[in-house]
């Protein structure tokens, strides 16, 4: 580390840049001795966190004083060829570690979809409140069949947006309206209806045989 310290800014970003494509190559190692098929559980939570420690790099490379355009280039390149098999699972991986529903990913264009319909649901939702209204969305497979159950159980209505079938825009509004409208209803009823996993109502609380919460 001290002949790191002792080097020129030329050689020490040269470093660093060998750093980053190292980095890149120890998370695909590590991504390829994931144990098959249930790793431990601490395995994943891991190895998200070392791939999202990689995207430092590029910072630290532009903002160090010995940088130039090959020597910012040459080495995000290289790691950036290393990372294609491990940012294919990492998109989807990560995603769901930091909140987002099954079937989101961190690329540019889905988030920005994403967090777009985020708002509009939020905004929905709390015009839907002011109109005196409760409601929730639900989605996939069998989100028709609590329609009756959260009408008759809450007085809630609920809204199937989509079947099996959805995108990002559904997703994300669906998630921005539900977490604004469940809030309201847990204030009126003192129900959570929220799973926050799933982002959709907590399919125990419709098929249980207890009587709803006034």
Same mark, same amino acid.
């Given at each position: 580390?001290?002949?790191?310290?002792?080097?020129?800014?030329?050689?020490?970003?040269?470093?660093?840049?060998?750093?980053a494509?190292?980095?890149?190559?120890?998370? #695909?190692?590590?991504?390829?001795?994931?144990?098959?098929? =249930?790793?431990?559980?601490?395995?994943?939570?891991?190895?998200?966190?070392?791939? +999202?420690?990689?995207?430092?790099?590029?910072?630290? #490379?532009?903002?160090h +004083?010995?940088?130039?355009v090959?020597?910012?280039?040459?080495?995000?390149?290289?790691?950036a =060829?290393?990372?294609?098999?491990?940012w294919?699972v990492?998109?989807? %991986?990560?995603a769901?570690?930091?909140?987002?529903?099954?079937?989101?990913? #961190?690329?540019?264009?889905? *988030? +920005?979809?994403?967090?777009?319909?985020?708002?509009?649901?939020?905004a929905?939702?709390?015009?839907?409140?002011?109109a005196?209204?409760?409601?929730?969305?639900v989605s996939?497979?069998?989100?028709?069949?609590?329609?009756?159950?959260?009408?008759e159980?809450y007085? =809630? %209505?609920?809204?199937?947006?989509a079947?099996?079938? =959805?995108?990002?825009?559904?997703?994300?509004? %669906?998630?921005?309206?539900?977490?604004?409208?469940?809030?309201?209803?847990?204030?009126? #009823?003192?129900?959570?209806?929220?799973?926050?996993?799933?982002?959709?109502?907590?399919?125990? *609380?419709?098929?249980?045989?207890?009587?709803?919460t006034?």
């Amino acid at each position: 580390m001290q002949h790191a310290i002792r080097m020129s800014p030329r050689n020490q970003h040269w470093f660093l840049g060998c750093l980053a494509v190292l980095h890149s190559a120890v998370i #695909l190692a590590f991504m390829l001795a994931r144990p098959w098929p =249930v790793p431990p559980t601490w395995f994943d939570p891991l190895w998200i966190g070392i791939a +999202t420690l990689w995207f430092f790099w590029p910072v630290v #490379l532009l903002l160090h +004083t010995g940088h130039s355009v090959l020597r910012v280039t040459i080495p995000l390149l290289i790691a950036a =060829v290393i990372a294609v098999p491990w940012w294919r699972v990492y998109r989807f %991986e990560a995603a769901m570690a930091f909140g987002l529903p099954m079937g989101c990913t #961190l690329s540019p264009v889905t *988030l +920005t979809r994403f967090f777009a319909a985020y708002a509009r649901g939020r905004a929905d939702a709390r015009r839907d409140i002011r109109a005196g209204r409760l409601a929730v969305e639900v989605s996939g497979l069998g989100a028709g069949s609590l329609v009756k159950p959260l009408k008759e159980r809450y007085g =809630v %209505e609920t809204r199937v947006v989509a079947g099996c079938v =959805v995108d990002d825009t559904i997703m994300g509004h %669906e998630r921005g309206y539900n977490i604004v409208s469940a809030a309201e209803i847990k204030r009126r #009823l003192g129900v959570d209806i929220l799973d926050h996993t799933s982002g959709q109502p907590k399919y125990e *609380l419709v098929t249980s045989t207890q009587p709803a919460t006034k």
